[in-house]
C-alpha cells in the first residue's frame, strides 16, 4: 500500500503451509445464541408475568451449550497438531481482550457509584448532598469485607502456587494448589452471602445506595462464582492430567480471570466499602 | 451577516405564493415559524441575537470549507479523469501538503473556538434577573411558577386542534402563555415532575432539558413586547408534540395590571402538583429499613 | 507470479464434489465467508425494514396534520425502531460483519478468521437481537423511547409493559454480537497476517476495522451496563436513574454517550476504509499518505472516547464541561481533514475512472463533508443550545450515516460484489441506481437544515402548518430514494442472473490488496497455504 508495490500478484514472494486451526461446522453457535434469546426473554416473563419456565430452559440450554462447545475445544486441543503454538497464541488473545471488555463493564458500575459518591447533589434536590445517603447505615470494612479481601489474595497466591507445580510437572500440588483455591473462592462467596443477608440496607426499592452497591458487589460476585466453576474444571481437568507443563491454556486464562477478579474486588473494597462507609459503622 | 438579500427575496416570493398565514395579531408583534423559512427566526433576545451573529459566522466558515473541498473534487473529477490522464502520477507523499492540511484547519477551528467560549459564558450568565420564573415540564403541559409573586402558579396547555379560535397558531398556541415584562431578564428555574422534556425556545435562544429532581438555570430577556413560541424538545411520550411553549412579553405597566388580574384569575388553576418525587415509596422505604 | 501460487481450488469444479448441504453451509458456519454473506443478507433485511419504516415516517411528515401514524406514542415505537435498526442492523453488521468478515482474513492472507465457530455466533445472537428490536415495535404499545434510551421515559412507571424490555434486552444481544466480533477480528489482525505482512503494510481496511473493533471492546460494555441497570429499575427495583430513590437521569446520558459517541465512529472508520480502497483502485494510484491514513484513524478511535457530552449541553452541565467538551470535539475535524484531502490526493495525477463504486465514493467524500460541517457547528455549546434535538441534528446526522456510512457500503457493496458472487453487476443501472440515491437523499435531508433552523424539533408526528413546504420537499426526496432502492433490488437480480464469469482482478492494475489475487468467486478457503508477503 506504500506505494512501493503496484499490482497485487507482485507483493507475493511463494506460500507456506498454514498453521491455523479451521473448525468444522457446527450448530452449536446457533443453539447457543437462541438459549441466550431464550434468558432474555425468560427474564422478561419473569418480571412481567411470574413465569419462570422459559428462564429456566433458556439457563439449562445455555449451560448445556457451553458444556458442549468447552468439551470438544478440550477434546481439539488433546488432538496432535491442532491447537498450535499460534493457535494458543490467538486463544490468549482472545481471552486477555474478553477480559478487557469485562473491565469496561465493571467501568460503567463504578462510573455509577461515583457519580454519586463525588457529586452526591446528582442525587437530586429532593435529597440531601451527602454520601452515602442520609438514613443509609453501611456495612463495617474491617468486618467480612475485610476477611473476604483476605481471602482473595490468598486466593491469588495459591493459584500461583498452582501455576508453578504445573511448570514443574508437580501434579500433586497442582491438585492441592486448585483445591485450596476453589476453597477460597467458595469461602469468599459464603462470605458475601451472609454479608448480604445481613445487609442493613434493602436492595428492593431501597434507594439509591443499595443500587449501586448491589450491582458492583453483585457483578462481581457472580463473577467469582463463574471463576470459580472455570477453576473446578480446571480442577478436575488437572486430576485427569489434561494439563503439561507447555500445553495449559485452560488453566492460564482460569487464572488470570481470577486475577482479574481478585483486582476488581480491591477496588471495590476500597472505593465502596472503605471510603463509601458512613459515619456509624454496624456490623 | 445573515443570508439576507436571496433569503428575503426567496422569502417574499413564497410568502406571495402561500399568502399571508398566521399574522392575524392585529397589532401584536409574533415571532412564529414562517413557511419555507432557511434561516433562524428573528432574533427576540439579545441572547438569540448573539447566537444568529455567531452561527452566520460558523456557517459561512463551513460552507467555504465545503466549497473548497468540492472545488478541490471537481477539478480532479475533470481533470485527472481517465480519458484526460492516460498515465497515473505514483506519487505517494508530500509533506508540505500534509502538514498545511492539519496546520490550517486547527488554525480554522481555532477561530471558531475563540468566540464560541465567550458566547457559552454568555450564555451561562444568569445571574442577577428581575425574576425567576420556575418551570416544571409534565405530561403533557408546561407549569410556570412565578417565585417572586405570591399565588402566581399556573399551568400551560395547547390548545387542541379542534378548539382553536381564529388567530390562534395551530399546534403553538397556549390556554394560559407565560407573560413576562419586556426588556427584563428573567431567570428560569427548569425542572420537570415526571420524564425529562425539553424547554425550548427558538427564537429566544433558549433551551435546557427538564429533568426530575434537578434544577437547570437558564435566562432570557425579551427585547420587545410580543408573542414568541417554543416547544418540548426532548421525547417524553405519546403528546411530546402537543406541549407547546407560548411567551408574551407585555411593556411593564401591562404585565403588572396582568399580575394583578391574573392572580385573581389563576388562583384555582394552581396545579394539582405531582411532586417531583416520582416513587416517594422508595424513599419510605429506605428508611423504614434502616 | 503465477496464480498457481495459491492454492487454486478451481472453485466450482473442486466444490461440486464435497457440496455442503444447507443447513451445514448457512446454519452451521465456520467459514467467514459464508458467515460474511449471512452478515450481508441481514443487513439488507435490515435496510428493508429500517428504510420502510423511515418511507412510513417521510408518508406521515410529508402534510402536517397527518394521521398515517394513529398517535404519538406508535410514532415514538417506529422513530426508535428505525433509528436502531438502521445503526445496529444495517451500517454494523453490513460493514463490520459482512465486508470485515470477507475481506479482513483475505487482506491478511489468512486461512479464515481466528475463532470461526465464535463468528458464527455473533451472528446468530444479532439475528435474536433483530427479533427481539421487531418485538419491541409491534408487542403492546411499542417501545417509544427513542434510541437513546433516556429515562425516567424508559422506566417501567411510563413505559409499563414489555416492549420496552424487548428493545432493551436486543441490544443486550446485538452488544454480545459486537463484542465477540470485535474480540474476533483483534485476534484475527494481532495473530493471523501472512509472514511479511507487517502492521505497517496492513490494507487500510483492516487498520479500519481493527481500530473499529478496539472502540467495540472498550464501548459496547459500557453501553451493557447502562441498560442493565435500565432493566434492573424497571423491573427489580432499583433506583439509578429514577430520581424518587436519589438515582441521576443524567447519569444515563453519560454512560450512553460515553458508549453512542465511539459508536458513529464504529460506523464511520469501516466507511473509511472502503472509501480508501475504492479511491486507490479507480485513480490507478496508491493511497496517498498511508501512514497519515493510518494514525489518523488511531487518532480519531481516541478522540471519539473522550468527547461524548457533546450530546448533553442542554442537560444542565456546568460550563467548564460545556467549554471542554466543544474543544475537544472540534479537535476530531483535524484527523477527519487529513483523511479527506488524503483520499482527494490519491486522486489527483490518477487516472480516475468514474465506475459505480467510484461514484459512491466520490459522493461519499463530498456528503460526509457537508455532514462533517454540521457537526462542526454542533459541537459548538454556543449554538447547539439552539439546534439541539431540532432538524439541523437531524440533517447532520443523516449526512454523514445515511449519506456517509451507507454510500460506503454501496461503494464497498459494487467494488466487491464481483469478488464475493463470481458475477459483475450491470454498470448502467448501477450508475443510475447512484444518481437517483444521490438526488433522492439530498433532496430529504438538505431541507431538514432549514426546518431545524427555524425550529422544528424532532420525533415529533406533528408539527405546526409553517413547517409544511420543507417536509414536503424532504418527504418526495425520500420517496425518491425508496424508488432508488429498488433500482439497488434489480442490480442484484442482474448479478444473481448473470451468467458472466469474472477474472481474478476484474478492476486491473489499480486493485492492489491480496483478494484480487484469487479467483472470483474467492475460493471457499482462499489461502490453504498462505501467502508470503514481499
Ligand atoms: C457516522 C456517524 C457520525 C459521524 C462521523 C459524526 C461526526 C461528527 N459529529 Fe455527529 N452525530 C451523529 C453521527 C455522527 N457524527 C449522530 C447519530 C448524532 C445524533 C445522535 C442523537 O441525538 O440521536 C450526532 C450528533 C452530534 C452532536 C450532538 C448534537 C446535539 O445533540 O445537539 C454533535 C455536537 O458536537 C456532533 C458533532 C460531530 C462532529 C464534530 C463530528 C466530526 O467527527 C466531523 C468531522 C468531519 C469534518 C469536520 C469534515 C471533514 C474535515 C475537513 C474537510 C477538514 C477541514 C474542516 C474544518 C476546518 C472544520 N454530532
Ligand atoms: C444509518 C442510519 C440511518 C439511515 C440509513 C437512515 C435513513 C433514513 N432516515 Fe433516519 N434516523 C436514524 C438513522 C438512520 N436513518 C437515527 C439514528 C434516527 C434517530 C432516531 C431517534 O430519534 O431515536 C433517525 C431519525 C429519522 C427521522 C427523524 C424522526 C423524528 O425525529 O421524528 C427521519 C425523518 O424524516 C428519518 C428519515 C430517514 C429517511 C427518509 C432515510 C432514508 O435515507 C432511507 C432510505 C433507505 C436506505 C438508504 C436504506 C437502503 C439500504 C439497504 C436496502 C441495505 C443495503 C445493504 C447492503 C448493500 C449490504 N430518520
Ligand atoms: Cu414534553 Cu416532549
Ligand atoms: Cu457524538
Not at chain 1, 463504578?110 to 446528582?122: D, G
Not at chain 2, 399580575?259 to 422508595?282: F, G, I, M, S
Not at chain 3, 501472512?194 to 479500519?208: N, S
Not at chain 3, 459496547?220 to 432499583?238: K, Q, S, W, Y
Request: glycine residues 8%.
Amino acid at each position: 500500500m506504500s506505494g512501493t508495490v503496484h499490482t497485487a500478484k507482485s507483493q507475493i514472494r511463494g506460500t507456506v503451509p498454514h498453521q491455523y486451526h479451521l473448525v468444522d461446522p457446527s450448530f452449536l453457535p446457533l443453539i447457543g445464541a437462541a438459549s441466550a434469546m431464550l434468558v432474555a426473554a425468560g427474564i422478561i416473563f419473569a418480571a412481567h408475568f411470574s413465569n419462570y419456565i422459559v428462564l429456566i430452559i433458556g439457563v439449562l440450554s445455555a449451560v448445556t451449550t457451553m458444556f458442549f462447545w468447552w468439551t470438544s475445544v478440550v477434546h481439539e486441543g488433546a488432538a496432535p497438531g491442532v491447537h498450535t503454538t499460534i493457535t494458543r497464541i490467538g486463544m490468549r488473545y482472545g481471552m486477555a481482550l474478553f477480559i478487557t471488555s469485562e473491565v469496561m463493564f465493571f467501568v460503567s458500575f463504578f462510573w455509577a457509584y461515583f457519580n454519586y459518591f463525588f457529586f452526591p447533589s446528582h442525587m437530586g434536590v429532593a435529597y440531601k448532598a451527602v454520601w452515602p445517603p442520609q438514613g443509609i447505615t453501611t456495612i463495617d470494612p474491617f468486618a467480612i469485607p475485610l476477611f473476604n479481601t483476605m481471602v482473595l489474595l490468598l486466593s491469588g497466591t495459591t493459584i500461583t502456587w498452582a501455576h508453578h507445580a504445573l511448570l514443574e510437572n508437580d501434579k500433586k500440588n497442582l491438585v492441592l494448589g486448585l483445591a485450596v483455591t476453589v476453597l477460597l473462592g467458595i469461602t469468599f462467596l459464603c462470605g458475601q452471602g451472609y454479608e448480604y443477608t445481613h445487609s442493613p440496607f434493602l436492595f428492593y426499592h431501597g434507594g439509591i445506595f443499595p443500587s449501586v452497591f448491589f450491582i458492583a458487589t453483585g457483578f462481581h460476585g457472580f463473577h467469582v462464582v463463574v471463576g470459580t466453576a472455570f477453576l473446578i474444571v480446571c480442577l478436575v481437568r488437572a486430576m485427569k492430567n489434561q494439563f503439561s507443563p507447555q500445553q495449559h491454556f485452560g488453566f492460564e486464562a482460569a487464572a488470570w480471570y481470577w486475577h482479574f477478579v481478585d483486582v476488581v474486588w480491591l477496588f471495590l473494597f476500597v472505593c465502596i466499602y472503605y471510603f463509601g462507609r458512613s459515619a456509624i459503622v454496624a456490623g | 451577516m445573515r443570508f439576507s438579500g436571496w433569503r428575503v427575496s426567496l422569502g417574499a416570493l413564497v410568502l406571495l405564493a402561500f399568502g399571508m398565514p398566521h399574522l392575524a395579531f392585529a397589532d401584536g408583534y409574533v415571532i412564529a415559524p414562517k413557511p419555507w423559512e432557511m434561516w433562524l427566526p428573528q432574533p427576540g433576545s439579545p441572547m438569540e441575537a448573539r447566537i444568529d451573529h455567531f452561527m452566520a459566522f460558523v456557517l459561512w466558515i463551513m460552507a467555504g470549507v465545503v466549497g473548497f473541498v468540492a472545488l478541490l473534487l471537481a477539478y480532479v473529477i475533470v481533470r485527472f479523469n481517465a480519458k484526460r490522464n492516460k498515465v497515473p502520477s505514483t506519487v505517494t507523499h508530500n509533506v508540505v501538503v500534509e502538514v498545511l492540511w492539519t496546520v490550517i484547519p486547527a488554525v480554522i477551528l481555532l477561530v471558531v473556538a475563540w468566540p464560541s467560549i465567550n458566547l457559552i459564558r454568555y450564555e451561562a450568565d444568569y445571574q442577577k434577573p428581575y425574576m425567576i420564573v420556575k418551570v416544571t415540564g409534565h405530561q403533557w403541559y408546561w407549569e410556570y411558577d412565578y417565585k417572586s409573586v405570591k399565588g402566581l402558579d399556573f399551568t400551560s396547555y395547547m390548545i387542541p386542534d379542534d378548539k382553536l379560535q381564529p388567530g390562534q397558531i395551530r399546534r403553538l398556541s397556549v390556554d394560559h402563555p407565560m407573560v413576562v415584562p419586556a426588556g427584563e431578564k428573567i431567570e428560569f428555574e427548569i425542572t420537570s415532575a415526571d420524564v425529562l422534556h425539553g424547554f425550548y425556545l427558538p427564537s429566544l435562544g433558549v433551551q435546557r432539558y427538564a429533568i426530575p429532581g434537578q434544577i437547570v438555570h437558564s435566562w432570557t430577556l425579551l427585547t420587545k413586547p410580543g408573542t414568541y413560541y417554543g416547544e418540548c424538545n426532548q421525547i417524553c411520550g405519546i403528546n411530546h408534540d402537543a406541549m407547546p411553549i407560548e411567551i408574551q412579553a407585555l411593556p411593564m405597566d401591562q404585565y403588572q395590571a396582568w399580575v394583578k388580574k391574573a392572580q385573581a384569575e389563576y388562583a384555582d388553576n394552581t396545579p394539582n402538583r405531582t411532586p417531583a418525587v416520582v416513587r416517594p415509596a422508595l424513599v419510605q422505604l429506605a428508611q423504614a429499613t434502616r | 507470479m503465477s496464480s498457481t501460487v495459491i492454492h487454486d481450488h478451481g472453485a466450482h469444479d473442486s466444490h461440486a464434489a464435497h457440496q455442503p448441504s444447507f443447513a451445514r453451509r448457512w446454519l452451521m458456519s465456520t467459514n467467514h465467508k459464508d458467515i460474511g454473506t449471512l452478515y450481508i443478507t441481514a443487513a439488507v433485511v435490515a435496510g428493508i425494514v429500517g428504510g420502510g419504516l423511515s418511507m412510513l415516517m417521510r408518508a406521515q411528515l410529508m402534510y402536517p396534520n397527518n394521521t398515517i401514524v394513529s398517535n404519538g406514542q406508535e410514532w415514538n415505537a417506529i422513530v426508535t425502531a428505525h433509528g436502531l435498526i438502521m445503526i445496529f442492523w444495517l451500517v454494523m453488521p453490513a460493514l463490520i460483519g459482512g465486508f470485515g468478515n470477507w475481506f479482513v482474513p483475505m487482506m491478511i492472507g489468512a486461512p479464515d478468521m481466528a475463532f470461526p465457530r465464535l463468528n458464527n455466533m455473533s451472528f446468530w445472537f444479532l439475528v435474536m437481537g433483530f427479533i427481539f428490536v421487531i418485538l419491541g415495535l409491534v408487542v403492546g404499545q411499542g417501545s417509544g423511547v427513542g434510541w437513546t434510551l433516556y429515562p425516567p421515559l424508559t422506566d417501567s412507571t411510563y413505559s409499563p409493559g414489555v416492549s420496552t424490555d424487548f428493545t432493551l434486552f436486543s441490544l443486550h444481544l446485538a452488544g454480545i454480537s459486537s463484542l465477540l466480533g470485535a474480540i474476533n477480528f483483534i485476534a484475527t489482525i494481532l495473530n493471523m497476517r501472512a509472514p511479511g505482512m507487517t502492521m505497517h503494510k496492513m490494507p487500510l481496511f483492516v487498520w479500519a476495522i481493527l481500530v473499529t473493533a478496539f472502540l467495540l471492546l472498550l464501548a459496547i460494555p459500557v453501553l451493557a451496563g447502562a441498560v442493565t441497570m435500565l432493566i434492573m429499575d424497571r423491573n427489580f427495583g432499583t433506583s439509578f436513574f429514577e430520581p424518587g430513590g436519589g438515582g441521576d437521569p443524567v447519569l444515563f446520558q453519560h454512560l450512553f454517550w460515553f458508549f453512542g459517541h465511539p459508536e458513529v465512529y464504529i460506523m464511520i472508520l469501516p466507511a473509511f476504509g472502503i472509501i480508501s480502497h475504492v479511491v486507490s483502485t479507480f485513480s490507478k494510484k496508491p493511497i496517498f499518505g498511508y501512514f497519515g491514513m493510518v494514525y489518523a484513524m488511531v487518532a480519531i478511535g481516541f478522540l471519539g472516547f473522550i468527547v461524548w457530552a457533546h450530546h448533553m449541553f442542554v442537560s444542565g452541565i456546568s460550563v467548564d464541561s460545556r467549554i471542554y467538551f466543544e474543544v475537544a470535539t472540534l479537535v476530531i475535524a483535524v484527523p477527519t481533514g487529513v483523511k479527506v484531502f488524503s483520499w482527494i490526493a490519491t486522486m489527483w495525477g490518477g487516472s480516475i475512472e468514474f465506475k459505480t463504486p467510484m461514484l459512491f465514493a466520490v459522493g461519499f467524500i463530498f456528503l460526509f463533508v457537508v455532514g462533517g460541517a454540521t457537526g462542526i457547528v454542533l459541537a459548538n455549546a454556543g449554538l447547539d443550545q439552539e439546534l439541539h434535538n431540532d432538524y439541523f441534528l437531524i440533517a447532520h446526522f443523516h449526512y454523514v450515516l445515511s449519506l456517509g456510512a451507507v454510500f460506503a457500503i454501496f461503494a464497498g457493496f459494487y467494488y466487491w460484489i464481483g469478488k464475493m458472487s463470481g458475477h459483475q453487476y450491470p454498470e448502467f443501472w448501477g450508475k443510475l441506481h447512484f444518481w437517483t440515491t444521490f438526488v433522492g437523499v439530498n433532496l430529504t435531508f438538505f431541507p431538514m437544515h432549514f426546518l431545524g433552523l427555524a425550529g422544528m424539533p424532532r420525533r415529533y408526528p406533528d408539527y405546526p402548518d409553517a413547517f409544511a413546504g420543507w417536509n414536503y420537499v424532504s418527504s418526495m426526496g425520500a420517496f425518491l430514494s425508496g424508488i432508488s432502492t429498488l433500482v439497488f433490488f434489480y442490480v442484484m437480480y442482474r448479478v444473481f442472473t448473470s451468467k458472466v464469469v469474472l477474472a481474478d482482478n476484474y478492476w486491473g492494475e489499480g486493485a492492489t490488496t491480496l483478494e484480487w489475487v484469487v479467483p472470483s468467486p474467492a475460493p471457499h478457503h482462499t489461502f490453504e497455504d498462505v501467502p508470503v508477503i514481499r
